[in-house]
């Protein structure tokens, strides 16, 4: 946790240095093997631990701010739960962004049942969209953030080096920001006139 005033870094959970693994707890108790994404769902933060190389999938875990407990909420498999990079929710439900293959899975609340939301899959590089569910192209997504209306979200799509614009409702993406160009030095630019060269965290300011 960093103090935005005095720029303090507190660790809260986990032990700093320490070889991980996957184990709930209290504070510096816990322990998390590769944690990536994270979002706030009212007073607890949701995780995704990309805990690969030991046995499984991805992990779904949920800290409490106020007592930095920390417990394991939903286990994935292997595969294509593999690398996930990031978590958003949007009031019932978790997404799963996975870079590898590039996919972006939906986790509903308290069942944890898991659904295919968007990508195909299969990475590789498309400049025309919208595409649709799991007929969308995201060669390796990286991170989601919604707008505050839930109308759209944003996805970083890192090995396609641009950004995409997702209608919520229709589970549908096109391309707003930069293109399938390849990689190169960033540049300004409206639209696909920008140029990114691996883009990975996105947010919004309001």
Not at 7 to 24: F, I, K, M, S
Not at 176 to 190: D, R, V
Request: with cysteine.
């Amino acid at each position: 946790r960093v103090d935005i005033t005095t720029r303090d870094v507190l660790t809260v959970a986990g032990l700093a240095g320490a070889a991980g693994t996957v184990l709930d707890g209290v504070g510096g108790a816990a322990r998390f093997k590769n944690p990536h994404g994270l979002c706030m769902v009212g007073t607890d933060l949701y995780i995704v631990d990309a805990a690969t190389d030991i046995g499984g999938g991805a992990r779904l875990r949920r800290m409490d701010t106020g007592t930095f407990a920390v417990t394991t909420l939903a286990s994935f498999p292997a595969g294509i739960y593999s690398v996930v990079e990031d978590v958003a929710y949007d009031g019932s439900s978790a997404f799963l962004v996975s870079a590898n293959p590039g996919r972006i899975f939906k986790v509903t609340q308290g069942t944890w049942a898991v659904s295919d939301y968007l990508g195909t899959g299969a990475p590789a590089c498309t400049t025309v969209g919208p595409g649709t569910g799991t007929g969308a192209w995201i060669n390796r997504a990286h991170d989601i953030v919604f707008d505050p209306t839930y109308t759209y979200f944003y996805v970083t799509d890192y090995n396609n080096w641009h950004v995409k614009q997702g209608v919520y409702a229709a589970a549908s993406v096109s391309i707003i920001s930069a293109y399938c160009a390849g990689p190169g030095l960033c540049a300004a630019g409206t639209g696909t006139a920008a140029r990114y060269r691996m883009p990975c965290g996105i947010d919004r300011d309001t």
